[in-house]
């Protein structure tokens, strides 16, 4: 009678753990193994921005980006070959995410000039951003060749589209006629700025910042038509 109930608990005992271990494996899956690795990135590529805004790119070591995480060098090397890579990386970020803003300006509703501001502040937020300083306050020289030449790339690219809603807006007359190189040059020279001046803890928030920015550069790209309703 004993050995019976010792067989019985046995088998309720191995039913239970078959049953644990199909609900839920100890170890990750490739998804969330996946996921992991990536939110790991993301946490060195940001703490390195961050080092990058703080002191500067050449005054930077990747053993203080490990020792900010609590990690050793080696940690690194599992996600990222080099400094520069960890670098053109990081400015990627920001000019990728202002490329996007001006891809959706160019296909979104409504007159070319309301579609610029919208991108504009969207521009403007990203530069207070720590990838945003990053790009700013980091030479492109800093970069290898083969960065600099993808970096410069991407600014052009993202120039071209400005430039082609300038255009687009003294077609369908919501932007004053202009020197459309010109305009845009000092659009993103504004923008790129604040990347210099903004602190957090200055009082105003991104999104307040981004909307003052906007307000002053609409200005340079009134008709005479607005002009004739102020």
């Not at 046995?10 to 049953?19: A, C, G, I, K, P």
């Not at 050449?58 to 609590?70: G, H, I, K, Q």
């Not at 430039?163 to 190189?181: H, T, W």
Request: one cysteine or more; hydrophobic letters at 40%.
């Amino acid at each position: 009678m004993l050995l019976a109930g010792n067989m019985l608990y046995r088998q309720v005992f191995v039913n239970m753990l078959r049953t644990r271990v199909t609900k839920r494996s100890p170890w990750p899956s490739p998804e969330e193994r996946a996921q992991t690795r990536e939110a790991k990135r993301d946490a060195v590529l940001r703490t390195a921005a961050r080092l990058f805004k703080e002191r500067g790119f050449p005054a930077v070591s990747l053993d203080d980006v490990a020792a900010r995480l609590n990690v050793t060098k080696p940690v690194i090397y599992r996600h990222f070959a080099n400094k520069d890579q960890i670098l053109f990386e990081c400015v990627s970020v920001a000019l990728e995410q202002i490329l996007e803003a001006a891809a959706d300006a160019q296909t979104g509703p409504g007159k070319a000039r309301d579609r610029l501001l919208v991108m504009m502040r969207r521009y403007a937020v990203i530069m207070t951003e720590d990838a945003g300083m990053c790009v700013v306050r980091t030479g492109d020289h800093e970069l290898s060749d083969a960065s600099r030449k993808e970096f410069r790339k991407l600014k052009r690219k993202i120039d071209q589209l400005i430039r082609s809603l300038i255009q687009e807006g003294i077609e369908d007359g919501s932007i004053a006629p202009c020197d459309v190189k010109m305009t845009s040059m000092a659009i993103t020279g504004a923008l790129n700025w604040v990347a210099k001046w903004y602190r957090p803890n200055g009082g105003q928030s991104a999104e307040d910042v981004a909307i003052s920015i906007t307000s002053l550069l609409q200005k340079m790209l009134v008709t005479s038509a607005d002009e004739g309703k102020s």
